[in-house]
T-cell receptor
Framework: GAGVSQSPSNKVTEKGKDVELRCDPISGHTALYWYRQSLGQGLEFLIY????????KSGLPSDRFSAERTGGSVSTLTIQRTQQEDSAVYLC????????????????FGPGTRLTVL | RKEVEQDPGPFNVPEGATVAFNCTYSNSASQSFFWYRQDCRKEPKLLMSVYSSGNEDGRFTAQLNRASQYISLLIRDSKLSDSATYLC??????????????FGTGTRLQVTL
């Protein structure tokens, strides 16, 4: 079946421009997560959605970062006035998320968007 | 102290060897645990969920020790294709069905001929 998809797969932008990254989760998954990963580093949690609301935005690094989710499905992560330190792979994951069971919290990742800020 | 700690490695082992990774977590309220595998420049993929009683999937065995707050992953009869970074993931339930997953930075495994 269809997995998590993300677009674009690669994005090169100039410092100061805004970028929008898109995530399309697995159908029926209510929970959606954004992470970023710099080269050779671990995953850095950014934000988590349950349905359309974001109970945990604690990982957003600055107010230049925002995310929304509409219709309980597609999510967009927006980075305004990009900086070179924003260069990373941005990963989206989704999970069933409706219950406190192990399998409902198993996250499945998309292929990521590689962002390069020049 | 980090919420989830792993030895970064690398663990270099010959094909056919048995290798074990440990992962410690600091939050005693953690309630579910996973192992993910990440190949170079690829997204993480779920390897195993870790059940309280421990579980096995082919050559892979996962164990949980709540008293000491660690989980382990054992790989038997290592294959070249097992070379990857193994990520330990710990889940803490918040209110309702909200939960927070914390990823370790990973342990790198290199299996050689």
């Amino acid at each position: 079946g269809a997995g998590v998809s993300q677009s674009p797969s690669n994005k090169v932008t100039e410092k100061g421009k805004d970028v929008e990254l898109r995530c399309d989760p697995i159908s029926g998954h209510t929970a959606l997560y954004w992470y970023r990963q710099s080269l050779g580093q671990g995953l850095e949690f950014l934000i988590y959605f349950q349905g359309n609301s974001a109970p945990d935005k604690s990982g957003l690094p600055s107010d230049r970062f925002s995310a929304e989710r509409t219709g309980g499905s597609v999510s967009t992560l927006t980075i305004q006035r990009t900086q070179q330190e924003d260069s990373a792979v941005y990963l989206c994951a989704s999970s069933l998320g409706r219950r406190r069971d192990l399998t409902y919290n198993e996250q499945f990742f998309g292929p990521g968007t590689r962002l390069t800020v020049l | 102290r980090k919420e989830v700690e792993q030895d970064p490695g690398p663990f270099n082992v010959p094909e056919g060897a048995t290798v074990a990774f440990n992962c410690t977590y600091s939050n005693s309220a953690s309630q579910s645990f996973f192992w993910y595998r990440q190949d170079c420049r690829k997204e993480p993929k779920l390897l195993m969920s870790v059940y309280s009683s421990g579980n096995e999937d082919g050559r892979f065995t996962a164990q949980l020790n709540r008293a000491s707050q660690y989980i382990s992953l054992l790989i038997r009869d290592s294959k070249l294709s097992d070379s990857a970074t193994y990520l330990c993931v710990v889940n803490v339930y918040l209110t309702g069905t909200a939960s927070k997953l914390t990823f370790g930075t990973g342990t790198r495994l290199q299996v050689t001929l």
